[in-house]
């Protein structure tokens, strides 16, 4: 059982992939549709008027632009609001420009072929270990 705080109210909870409690957790998902609704009524709106108009603070609606759950479409953003980890340019939503990403992706494929690779290596060496003891064996 994984025991963690609550980042929003830091009460401890049993952890289930989420670094929420139950109870910020669903207070989370009303600021989250509060935001939602608000930019489908009112596109073009900025992330301060957001803010203002909905009560939810810059850092959640920001937080809800880095986890991809909005785009910035229809939110006009400051230079200092979302840009990518990698490279710093302006970005919609997520962590990382999609030129990043792409790349972060192609460096995870040939770093999983590269494993893949010397488990077949391993595996062969294991093999010829295995026939040497054999043999070994065999003359005794």
Do not use: W
């Not at 937080?63 to 400051?78: P, T």
């Not at 391993?122 to 005794?140: A, F």
């Amino acid at each position: 059982m994984d025991v963690r705080n609550c980042k929003r109210c830091g009460k401890v909870f049993t952890y289930r992939g989420m670094n929420l409690c139950n109870e910020c957790f669903e207070k989370e998902q009303v600021d989250f549709q509060k935001v939602k609704d608000y930019l489908e009524e009112n596109p073009g709106a900025t992330l301060m008027e957001v803010s203002l108009n909905t009560g939810i603070d810059l850092r959640t609606i920001n937080r809800f632009l880095r986890e991809g759950r909005l785009e910035a479409e229809g939110v006009i953003l400051n230079d200092s609001d979302i840009t990518c980890e990698q490279c710093g340019k302006p970005i919609g939503s997520g962590r990382y420009c999609e030129d990043c990403l792409r790349k972060i992706q192609n460096e995870l494929k040939e770093a999983a072929a590269r494993l893949e690779k010397n488990k077949q290596l391993e595996g062969r060496r294991q093999i010829r270990i295995h026939t040497y003891d054999s043999i070994q064996n065999d003359d005794d």
